[in-house]
């Protein structure tokens, strides 16, 4: 994975870059996505039946679409994070890849519940309000499922369009409506991620100074005191890309910024998680306290995961940080709501149908990368069982079963 969780590529590790065992064009190899890069090339290799993995901005969702296996971050709160490195306190949420989602259903069901040695695990209280809330919930055979218009990027790849396209037609043929919505806030959230993200590691990574924590010989071996040392130990230990989001969340943090960026990206947020409730039929449980279901709103939505297939890792070093930080785009919204959000892979066709079936129950897997693409489930706050289920409706769009 990347270093610390920070990256989009887990090529920031000190051990080397993860390789996506799936080869792209001309052979190249190609990224594995990050920063749960290494979770995802584990179960796409058959290593193992599922993985953990964190999530802060995409972090499981991204790897899974490259990699062409279910990545599901839950509800935050709902996993416990006790045990992990904090990068992002207020959006790390430790989530499960699997090679299909009946699979990351069973993980989660068993890592799910409240853990006093986790400050932000969910409370038992706030979990029997969730539950009542789904139980009070009329079954709906036909859902509403939400398309938003600014997920339509430019940037986004034409076969992962045509993708999105083939299944909410398939969504429409099973008696589903389909609805264009709008997230107005979403085209700011990758900005305010990228501020409220670093300033919370860089608060995080504060005790990493190699007094406490690191190598004593680099101590040892230098006369340098203070901040001289404190600078000059980080300097050598931490990679290029956690010093540059230490330096920018430590800048937004600061007196003469903190009103210009932090709060500001703060209020990003806030409207981020009001557009998000106004296009829900179910209300915030937490938030809400009528708890009536809307009418006119809608149940998911279903998006593209990522803007394109993965890079080949030779052209990564010709990317900008800012590039690497745009391939969040389309993910970075649900965490900052907070929201339960799966990505499953779904065939892309370049001229050619994709099959695939299940022999005595195993999943036989597509052996080209460019075979998938990953799709973006998303729903209100603790409604992760509704994200399950268009998983599994989708999931069977890819799968063509052998009698």
Known sequence: MDEFGMGSHSDTSVYGTTQNPIVGDHGHSTSAGGSSGGSAVAVATGQCYAALGTDTGGSIRLPAAYTGVVGFKPSYG?????????????????????RNSVAARGIFKIIEGYDENDPTSLSETSRSKLASQILRRKYKKSLRIGVPVEYNIQELDKSIRNAWLVALRYLRQEGHSICSVSLPTTQSALSAYYVLAPAEASSNLAKYDNARYGNQESIESTHKTGEKLY???????????????????????????????????????????????????????????????????????????????????????????????????????????????????????????IQRWRSNGEEERLTKHQDCTGLQITAQYGDDENVFRVAEMLSGTTVERRE
Do not use: C, W
């Open 231 to 353: 600078s000059s130990v980080r300097g050598a230990r931490l990679g290029t890309e956690v010093q540059r989001r230490i330096l920018l969340g430590a800048h937004s943090l600061s007196a003469d910024a903190r009103e210009n960026y932090f709060i500001q990206a703060q209020k990003v947020r806030r409207m981020v998680q009001q557009d998000f409730d106004e296009l829900f039929a179910l209300p915030h449980p937490l938030r809400d306290n009528t708890n009536l279901e809307q009418d006119h709103g809608v149940d998911v939505l279903v998006t593209p995961t990522a803007p394109t297939l993965p890079p080949a890792l030779s052209s990564l070093s010709n990317r900008s940080p800012l590039e690497s930080y745009a391939d969040d785009v389309l993910t970075v919204a649900a965490s900052l709501a907070g929201l339960p959000a799966i990505s499953i892979p779904y065939p892309v066709t370049f001229g050619e149908p």
């Open 78 to 98: 709902l996993v416990s994070r006790f045990g992990i490195i904090a990068y992002s306190n207020s959006l790390d949420t430790v989530g499960v890849l699997a």
